[in-house]
């Protein structure tokens, strides 16, 4: 289990705001873990306090709990949460082979977005901190609902593959499989998880833009470090970046 000791509730509402803010707010009066789903969410939010866009259909949900370990422990669930999303997608009928990730915590079919993860924490006083993971994925079509033009990033769904489950049949998995790489983390540590990480990460060696508050750099993608970094050659000098915006280039 994520928590050792307290099962977590599992709470499903209609329509929320946001259900990282729900689970926000849940912090401010309850230590026990939460799982968080809504079939509506109006207002979410991605990287960098990017819209998230998303519909009825779609998967809208968030983890909240309160493991210990320090903030770059907390950061690096990222990567066992996008294993995770990996699981439940094949457990739906996803071929494993078109399935791929890209650094830090987006989810890609044949290179296209079809899951987002954001982790906030939260803290409800001065000896508890919270780690809130948020988990978005298109089930139904984004582009059938909203204006092409207003989403920048190309995304897949599941509606191109399989039939959309339901998002409460999602949970469930996103759930059994949160829980593997959760209890994988707390035995092996990061290296375990960065290991297969990798297997689906991007080729080393791939052309790739960084960008960086107003600044765009171009490089080679190498690794990703044994902290989480993304490691990359940039006028021939190897850089490690904690946080940036990466876009892949076909070579």
Same mark, same amino acid.
């Given at each position: 289990?994520?928590?050792?000791?307290v099962k977590p509730r599992i709470l499903i509402y209609d329509r929320l705001d946001s259900t990282n803010l729900e689970a926000s707010r849940i912090s401010k009066v309850s230590?026990?873990?939460? =799982?968080?789903?809504?079939f509506e969410q109006y207002q979410g939010i991605g990287r960098y306090g990017k819209e998230w866009y998303s519909c009825v259909g779609n998967f809208s949900g968030s983890f909240l709990f309160f493991p210990d370990g320090s903030s770059l422990n907390f950061a690096q669930r990222s990567f066992s949460t996008t294993l995770s999303v990996r699981d439940t997608l094949i457990d739906f009928g996803i071929p494993s082979r078109i399935i791929s990730f890209k650094w830090p915590n987006d989810v890609l079919l044949n290179g296209k977005k079809v899951a987002g993860i954001l982790l906030q924490t939260t803290v409800a006083n001065s000896? *508890? %901190?919270?780690?809130?993971v948020g988990v978005g994925i298109n089930l139904v079509d984004l582009? *059938?609902? !909203?204006?092409?033009? %207003?989403?920048?990033? #190309?995304?897949?769904s599941f509606s191109e593959?399989? %039939?959309?489950?339901?998002?409460?049949r999602v949970l469930d998995r996103l759930i059994h499989n949160f829980n593997y790489w959760e209890k994988s983390f707390k035995e092996g540590?990061?290296?375990k998880i960065k290991k297969n990480w990798e297997? =689906?990460?991007p080729k080393k060696g791939r052309k790739i833009k960084i960008r960086r508050k107003d600044t765009i750099l171009e490089g *080679? !993608?190498? #690794?990703i470090s044994n902290l989480g970094e993304l490691i990359a050659e940039v006028d021939g000098k190897i850089n490690k970046f904690a946080s940036a915006e990466v876009y892949f280039e076909d070579n």
């Open positions: 289990m994520a928590s050792d000791s230590f026990r873990p939460h =799982w968080i789903l809504t000896l *508890k %901190k919270g780690l809130i582009r *059938k609902i !909203y204006d092409v033009d %207003k989403i920048l990033t #190309e995304t897949a593959y399989v %039939k959309p489950p339901n998002p409460r540590g990061f290296v297997l =689906w990460g *080679k !993608y190498l #690794e």
